[in-house]
């Protein structure tokens, strides 16, 4: 293949660990592709993806683009749409396509540590990553969907998103999560940067639910270290399985189409980050 160029957007930016994975794959792949990581607000977004000359194959989104950019792509794929967010978009001659590679990471990430089903789940956090929690937990098989936020009037989109999955969800105050006392597969925060939640779980759920938490800077984030339950998932492992099917996009336009190395691409990523 010819060179092309990639970039993952984002504010802030510096800490991202994603042309670290990227270019590890892409020595796999022996593709001389570039990938760098470049700050971009909600305000400069649209003029960053209008002026891309065609060396441009595509782009990450990170926090808070994945949403933002949904006005600006020609379509987008069946995950994109029920998530109602994007973090990679593909150029080609058809204009840009939107694809969401978060709940790939987060049911890959899920079913790599043995849960291959769940049946209720407290998901931490309202933004576009909990959409995609919320579509992989419906996907694992999940029935309800306990969601806590700060501001439940502004969780109404997760209440849509489950019902177009066939999922009850049950919007809580971040205070009144202690009253969740259901028996819960699952955690899943996505909380950014590890930021810390002053809420209380049921003992129970701490002692014997999974929890993916998925912040990996810093690590482990308080709720990971006073996690008491046997499995603990971390943001790095969701990272690197979403970075897998976006190098599979820019490869071949579809995140399901494993790569001729695929297992060598996979640890290669896993390495770069100390996996």
């Given at each position: 293949?010819?060179?092309?160029?990639f970039?993952?957007?984002?504010?802030p930016?510096?800490?991202?660990?994603?042309?670290n994975?990227h270019?590890?794959a892409?020595?796999v792949?022996?593709?001389?592709w570039?990938?760098?990581?470049?700050?971009?607000?909600?305000?400069?977004?649209?003029?960053?993806?209008?002026?891309?000359?065609?060396?441009?194959?595509?782009?990450?989104?990170?926090?808070?683009?994945?949403?933002?950019?949904?006005?600006?792509?020609?379509?987008?794929?069946?995950?994109?749409?029920?998530?109602?967010?994007?973090?990679?978009v593909l150029f080609?001659?058809?204009?840009?396509?939107?694809?969401?590679?978060?709940?790939?990471?987060?049911?890959?990430?899920?079913?790599?540590?043995?849960?291959t089903?769940?049946?209720?789940?407290?998901?931490?956090?309202?933004?576009?990553?909990?959409?995609?929690?919320?579509?992989?937990?419906?996907?694992?098989?999940?029935?309800?969907?306990f969601?806590?936020?700060?501001?439940?009037?502004?969780?109404?989109?997760?209440?849509?998103?489950?019902?177009?999955?066939?999922?009850?969800?049950?919007?809580?105050?971040?205070?009144?999560?202690?009253?969740?006392?259901?028996?819960?597969?699952?955690?899943?925060?996505?909380?950014?940067?590890g930021?810390?939640?002053?809420?209380?779980?049921?003992?129970?759920?701490?002692r014997?639910?999974?929890?993916?938490?998925?912040?990996?800077?810093?690590?482990?984030?308080?709720?990971?270290?006073?996690?008491?339950?046997e499995?603990?998932?971390?943001?790095?492992?969701?990272l690197?399985?979403?970075?897998?099917?976006?190098?599979r996009?820019?490869?071949?336009?579809?995140?399901?189409?494993?790569?001729?190395?695929?297992?060598?691409?996979?640890?290669?990523?896993?390495?770069?980050?100390?996996l």
């Amino acid at each position: 293949m010819s060179i092309a160029r990639f970039a993952v957007l984002g504010s802030p930016i510096a800490h991202s660990l994603s042309p670290n994975l990227h270019r590890a794959a892409y020595r796999v792949l022996g593709l001389d592709w570039s990938y760098e990581a470049v700050e971009v607000g909600r305000e400069q977004l649209a003029d960053f993806v209008g002026s891309r000359d065609a060396s441009w194959r595509g782009l990450s989104l990170t926090m808070p683009l994945k949403v933002a950019v949904l006005p600006l792509l020609q379509d987008v794929s069946e995950l994109a749409r029920e998530t109602g967010s994007a973090n990679t978009v593909l150029f080609d001659r058809d204009g840009l396509h939107g694809f969401n590679t978060d709940v790939y990471g987060l049911e890959q990430g899920f079913i790599r540590h043995g849960r291959t089903s769940l049946r209720r789940v407290l998901l931490l956090g309202g933004g576009a990553t909990a959409a995609s929690g919320l579509v992989a937990s419906a996907r694992l098989g999940a029935q309800t969907v306990f969601v806590g936020v700060r501001s439940p009037r502004k969780a109404a989109h997760l209440v849509d998103i489950g019902r177009a999955q066939g999922v009850n969800v049950q919007v809580r105050a971040l205070d009144d999560l202690l009253q969740v006392d259901e028996a819960l597969d699952a955690v899943i925060s996505t909380l950014p940067n590890g930021a810390g939640i002053d809420v209380a779980l049921d003992p129970d759920t701490v002692r014997t639910a999974t929890l993916f938490d998925v912040a990996y800077s810093p690590w482990p984030t308080p709720l990971a270290a006073g996690w008491t339950g046997e499995t603990v998932i971390g943001g790095l492992e969701m990272l690197v399985l979403q970075a897998l099917a976006q190098v599979r996009i820019f490869v071949s336009g579809d995140p399901d189409l494993p790569l001729d190395s695929d297992d060598e691409v996979l640890a290669a990523m896993q390495a770069a980050v100390g996996l």
